[in-house]
């Protein structure tokens, strides 16, 4: 919870100028937090969050202070400059929460389908966001996927990324590893949406769309991991 504090802190902070741009309404881009008083919270965050962490067994304080933690950090000073290297290592942090809690509950095995699944997803959301956010990212410089290698390519990457994703979020329920409610859900609320943002993408290729399947996305990881849940019960 901390390290998520700090990290969408940190993010704003050195995103200001793009959020001038993309997202003028947010807290540090419209003036009403300032640069300095935000840095000093996340950094405040971080701490605590270190603190709580080593409270913890040896696996878990080494996902969440010796992954984590420089991930994030190098993510929003160097690694967000790099086109998918950025977008990687967002899916990696969110999906390592889960290797995380499975860690202090020394049962990792569950965890490790909504892990994948989790990181699949945010990937392709963080892909399609890249899309959305193209002019803000144009005006400061940013080298993302779809600036360096053009609307068609990124959209092309989508889909083969959803189709992957599609069909090997199928494998679990094929194997008999979850039960028929995981397949019924998963059918209506990721590989539907899944094959919505494709289309929609396909058909109307611009920012505008893109921001709308960006909701969607987050509506699949949301509903993928709901899936999982039922599907074990």
């Known amino acids: 919870m901390f390290y998520t504090a700090g990290a969408n802190t940190l993010n704003d902070y050195f995103d200001y100028k793009i959020d001038k741009i993309n997202r003028p309404d947010r807290a540090i881009s419209s003036g009403l937090v300032l640069r300095r008083h935000a840095l000093i919270f996340s950094l405040f965050a971080f701490i605590l969050g270190t603190l709580f962490a080593l409270q ?129 859900l998963l059918i209506l609320t990721v590989e539907i949406p899944l094959a919505v943002v494709v289309i929609l993408l396909l058909n109307k290729p611009n920012i505008a769309t893109a921001k709308r399947s960006t909701k969607l996305l987050k509506f699949c990881t949301l509903g993928g991991l709901f899936s999982i849940y039922i599907g074990t019960i």
């Open 56 to 184: 913890l067994n040896k696996n878990s304080q080494l996902v969440s202070i010796g992954i984590s933690l420089p991930l994030i950090i190098g993510y929003n000073a160097k690694l967000k400059y790099f086109p998918l290297i950025g977008n990687i290592v967002v899916a990696l942090i969110l999906s390592l929460s889960f290797i995380y809690a499975g860690f202090i509950f020394d049962n990792i095995k569950p965890l490790i389908i909504p892990a994948v699944l989790a990181f699949g997803l945010t990937l392709i959301r963080e892909i399609v966001k890249d899309m959305a956010d193209v002019i803000g990212d144009k005006s400061v410089g940013l080298k993302t996927f779809p600036i360096i290698y053009g609307e068609n390519k990124t959209i092309v990457l989508c889909t083969v990324l959803s189709s992957l994703l599609g069909i090997g979020s199928f494998v679990p329920f094929i194997t008999g590893y979850y039960n028929i409610f995981y397949g019924i």
